[in-house]
Nanobody, 125 residues
Framework: QVQLVESGGGLVQAGGSLRLSCAAS????????MGWFRQAPAPGREREFV??????????NYADSVKGRFTISRDNARDTVYLQMNNLKPEDTAVYYC????????????????WGQGTQVTVSS
């Protein structure tokens, strides 16, 4: 069992920055891949891949929509994964979720076993 707790969301103007944190606890956390996903408030919008990282062994993936603006990183000593979001745009507005899955990275939300409760990010124009 893995528990995930996100924090760091909020309201920011376009062009601003936020840093999200995901604190992980539980068994064998270091063997997991960690992903960030988001879900916009519009009806019918599905959960969208943002970025993923492995605790160990390297490997980072980003969605094309956030490349060059967002950076995913980890602090193994604190069992925490971060998502640094710069140059935010109104279309980045969504609930952001942290998720964990065994082994390899994946952009597919259905492949992730554990999810946090989500943190709201709102970008005003």
């Amino acid at each position: 069992q893995v528990q995930l707790v996100e924090s760091g969301g909020g309201l920011v103007q376009a062009g601003g920055s936020l840093r999200l944190s995901c604190a992980a606890s539980g068994r064998a956390v270091s063997s997991y891949a960690m992903g960030w996903f988001r879900q916009a408030p519009a009806p019918g919008r599905e959960r969208e891949f943002v970025a993923a990282i492995r605790w160990s062994g390297g490997g980072i993936n980003y969605a094309d929509s956030v490349k060059g603006r967002f950076t995913i990183s980890r602090d193994n000593a604190r069992d925490t994964v971060y998502l640094q979001m710069n140059n935010l745009k109104p279309e980045d507005t969504a609930v952001y979720y942290c998720a964990a899955k065994p082994a390899v990275l994946s952009p597919t939300p259905e492949n992730y076993r554990y999810w946090g409760q989500g943190t709201q990010v709102t970008v005003s124009s």
